[in-house]
């Protein structure tokens, strides 16, 4: 057994249809009709140009915003890291300071010209256990 329609459902309905009439309509007759409505074609269209570059442009800053709270929330995070995994890191340092592995010390000593200064080594060792904290919470798939 059907509903009973109702006036709002009939209103739906037509304003349905002629939302799809638009979308079907050629240039050419949105054009003719805006001019039997008195309006210039011309002048909508720049409108509605100015319109979506509006609405792209506050999408674009509220998803760079969104991106930027992201941001904060992951620096607040605590690391996670106990005495044992700062250790690790520091361990892990020495090794890429010794050669045994490849990466961001030779292009910080690049960047600066010289070796690593204090505060290069204090913020590698607190990435490294941050790394070393993010891999035990999610640790990747090997194979």
Known sequence: MTGKRTSQDELRKLDDAIDESILAATSEELRE???AMGMDPD??????????????????KKSFEQAKQAVIAFKARPTKSSPEDRDASR????????????????????RKGKGLSDTDEQGMLDDLAQLAALEAEDPQEEG
């Open 33 to 35: 009709d805006l001019a």
């Open 43 to 60: 002048a909508v269209v720049s409108e509605m140009d100015a319109v979506t570059a509006h609405a792209k442009l506050v999408a674009a």
């Open 91 to 110: 361990r892990r340092l020495e090794a890429m300071r010794a050669g045994e592995a490849t990466g961001a010390l030779d292009m910080i000593a690049a």
